[in-house]
């Protein structure tokens, strides 16, 4: 049984972490971290957990939790896995922090992005990018994964084939994402309420979301070409789900069949990548509750562009499965163990 | 490997059996009956099943179907059920029957509150009420089952022990219930579409609701008495979901212990009923696609009333799940297997 | 042009009077009292008044403010008005509060249930309850209105004809009610959030909800009886509106018309209240953004009770639009003045 | 007093019709066309104008409706009005017709994209493109005006200023657009139902939304070069709003002021075109119900391109609104005359 932390288990990330662990049959939670909660009963907190989960609330303490727990997940803010980090605890247990401090090589370009100060540059060389699809084996040995954000992982996995196949012009690339209210937070604020996202859609982050640079370092790494692209979020009044719709110019006129033929060279065979039948959009209700990402893509003859779209449950592939599933394969598990869930759909 | 057919696979509640019966490990799907798609692929209809069900779907030959099943469910509407059971079909193939044709014991009442004639008056003495926590023995020994209706279901366990321990006046009983518009279908109807349902709720079948009886009938046999009530449901803008608030008299004063003792009574041991901790109000977004009712009450010492609350996943617990459980209890398998569906939030 | 002064701009109701007010063309908006904003532009916090309001927030100095405006409204927390409402400045201007300092005539009522001492208690007995179909008169001579809960204003509104009648029971009256989420205010709170309230509903405050006496008061003034009964309100994912269902025993049995005629003759030539077509029940998306109540009943022959429903907008009815109502009358204009909104749908 | 008929009153567009004009004080419904519904209730079809619409609905027959109505709306499917509009009936009255019938001066452009063929191409040059603030002259001295699409006129105005001063290479742009359920009409089709729309979003028309060639002619006439682009539209959980996100390469580096000039050189002064301040980007909740368009962009230096934003509520400016702001023009009337809706929030 893998002794699991979770620290920041009450945010919408943690609960969906709980969520996906208490069906794991290889998994128990050990530490249900969470500074604001502390001793209060965790079924308080999140109802639906009633009866499932007796536990209460601990802190934060991860040098503690360390010496118990196998593996570590940090739902936390940006900053707080790069503050406590260190050699001997990782020596101790495994750290998969769901939090942008590792995700990105640069430590100017995360210093520049963030805004804040990356206090544990040393572990940024160790650490993996813990998006499966890609870096499988790297992940199967790594200490310290760092779990892909929810628009990196969906943007990504909609452009990786074209990308690493060099048939789109990467200069050219355009990400247009809409994202489900769960990827605020649980914190309380106006914008958030309900009254504010019901009945409106809105642009956020324009030129300068967070996700952009590690966006931009993922499909640099595929394509072999320094990548600026335009990236831009949508806050859409629904609890979950990104869809992104992705637009670039072909190098060169491709067929349906010659494009599909790339998707299918590196999704054949992935267990939670769906490319979906010629001419059918994604959708996110279709992945709602589940760790797959659909994706698809249409060529525009009259433009010479291509448009990539893909969805995704941002709390599962794009937060807690993505995690778990980075889990499984550092502990030789089952890929798919614990994350077998099928859509929930209406 | 139980063997499985669903006749109106592509209804709500069809949809989720299908999503229920893929994760079920000792039960197979061997027809998906749906008049209307008859040679469509499944997953087509849909597309959560893409890569999950490979099958088209079929007609709903009832007939051929029960010498090939194990088991059928029968999602479709009133009246297909009793028109086409026979005794032949029940020495071949249990039925599970998810509509109201036998739900009710007095084929006259059947036929008022659902407007047909009943065509097989002579299964309705065989067929059980399927309500698991109250017949559970004979549910298991059942070749007919009438899988209850999602209000009756949620109405009557909020309810059930105090009409059974006669703690309350039946005669002044009044359920408020509101549903998500899951409960309506997948017909195309305007008054079903986003815009109307959205930003609304109203009342509708006001008194005449086709529950009602359904309702009466079971509250009758639990408290001795026979039973008029008011029952008003109402159409909330959500997918998921019921929510019951019933009105009635205590026959004597009782305490919060009293009364908690009488739920604690009949609902300790249950797998799928939540009794909540006092002053916690059943909501659904608790037991969203879980097989779970949470259940509650408030004594009003002011008026001499107790309020009794229910939430539940109509779908589920009102629906699918509440037949894979009896279809657990018929062929002797643990009850919650294929249904320890954790509640997703959000 | 009548000098208007509101304290408490900045929350839902306030934005409603200043929607409202800016198209009203016998009143001009002098003050946007706001103590959480003060000297921030009013259309930076509510964007859609851009290029519509120009002013900026200020204080809540009703002192220095009733020396300038002809009639301030207070959409305040309760407490606030009765603290600092006096003599001279009900001598320099006329107030209308929407909270419920002088809506219940008993003092020590309103300490129970509002948990707060009264700071005015000399002013309850002057001050009129500002439901104008009930007291027009009144509220044309009053120097201080206090307007209607919304809850009470749909309730009352929905019972009036048959408690004036004595044709119902009183001892058996219950309310269900069900609200958008307007209602809750725009105050940052993790319970308000989108996510927390989307696909859900709830039952809150059962048997405690303030509106309680209030509504209470006004049955027993109709019904010149004193009234106990149940209200339980419902929090519903839709941003405005409120439903109610209430249920009565009718004393004698009485046919549609009898009941019917009940209604008509209070509501005949009232211009915001419209009783509905036999058989059609109110639906809160019918009066969005309007002054309207709708309101229908039905007589249940087997149980011998009445369902009556009452729909509205609880910003505008139940607030802001009954405000201004209250607002003409006291200064001689068309009760309709600047509130002939036709229902925005969808 | 202006007599006007409406052709198609019971969609979407054709209610919002009646409840602007409703509130217009120069303009009277004469005919409430409605083939589906002759010799109904209009209010019985929308039960917001109960007691405010006494009228029922008659056929679509426009030859003697051009006898009685000084202009006539239609508000039909693409083809009606070309089909029936002709010499004798322009005699007679104004058509104001809100399909795509006249908007494509190439009949052969709007035969492939329509795939019908037009019935009246003789027509098509007289018909003037209803956009106010372009054609203003030419729209008060028409006939026959082609009301703008939703999502074009969304998409123009956000891009107009920057076409217009050809600062934009226009072989770059990409529009990316999201809207609201009501835009896909009224009609009983499963995919609009609630629980389909409801907790998703995707992509539809992906390359070949009929709306394109309509933006690309308007743009094409704005910057006075051949425009090719890409438009993908967008199903959002909301009922009223279209937001634009469109991007293009900059011709030169532009500041924030440059580009803003440009705005302003276009759109001071213009009633129902708000250029929003630096930085706040156009939502659809601060225009809902009102005729208003809020636009902004965004300079990214690091990639050269400018992002241009707009929002809008579809059913007013995107079709009632801007045909009532037409007829405003063509009969001398203040082109804001009973389109002064303060937007309604929330």
């Known amino acids: 049984m893998i002794k699991v932390g ?7 990330a943690g609960g969906e972490l709980v969520r996906i662990l208490s069906g794991h049959k290889d998994a128990e939670i050990v530490w249900y971290g ?19 989960v007796e536990d209460s609330c601990l802190d934060d303490n991860m040098e503690e939790l360390s010496k118990k727990a196998d593996v570590i997940f940090t739902a936390t803010p940006q900053g707080f896995c790069a503050s406590v980090v260190n050699e001997g605890m990782l020596d101790n247990t495994k750290i998969i922090d769901l939090s942008a401090d590792f995700r990105i090589k640069d430590v100017a370009t995360y210093e520049k992005w963030y805004g804040i100060e990356h206090k544990s540059p040393r572990f940024i060389e160790e650490a993996v990018y ?13 200490r310290l994964v760092a779990n892909p954000g929810c628009y990196p992982t969906c943007s990504f996995l909609s452009i990786y084939p074209l990308a690493k196949e060099g048939m789109i012009d990467m200069n050219t690339l355009i990400i247009d994402a809409k994202s489900g209210t769960s990827g605020a937070g649980r ?7 309900y009254c504010e996202v ?5 642009a956020y982050g324009v030129t300068g979301h967070r996700h952009t640079p590690e966006i931009e370092e993922q499909l640099g790494l595929a394509s072999g070409e320094q990548v600026l692209l335009n990236f831009t ?16 110019s072909l190098k060169q006129k491709a067929t349906y069949e010659e494009v599909r033929a790339a ?5 054949d065979g992935e267990r939670f990548v769906r490319v979906l039948e010629k001419d059918i959009c994604p959708e996110t209700r279709w992945v709602e509750g589940s760790n797959y990402v659909d994706v698809n893509f249409k060529v525009d003859e009259r433009t ?4 990539m779209m893909g969805a995704m449950d941002n709390l599962v592939k794009g937060a807690a499965g993505q995690a778990v599933q980075n889990m499984n394969l550092m502990f030789g598990l089952p890929e798919d163990e614990g994350l077998a869930f099928v859509p929930l759909f209406p």
């Open 198 to 202: 019901n009945e409106n859609i809105k």
């Open 304 to 307: 010479g562009r291509i448009i």
């Open 6 to 12: 979770i620290i920041g288990a009450t945010g919408y």
């Open 130 to 142: 813990g998006l499966c699809e890609v870096n499988r084996e790297a992940v199967r040995n790594a």
């Open 34 to 52: 969470s500074r604001s909660y502390i001793d209060e009963k965790y079924a308080d907190i999140y109802r639906n957990m009633f009866e499932i």
């Open 263 to 267: 998707y299918d060279k590196y999704y």
């Open 187 to 193: 914190g309380a604020k106006v914008g958030n309420l």
């Open 233 to 248: 979020t949508h806050l859409v009044p629904m609890n979950r789900g990104i869809l992104v719709t992705a637009y670039a």
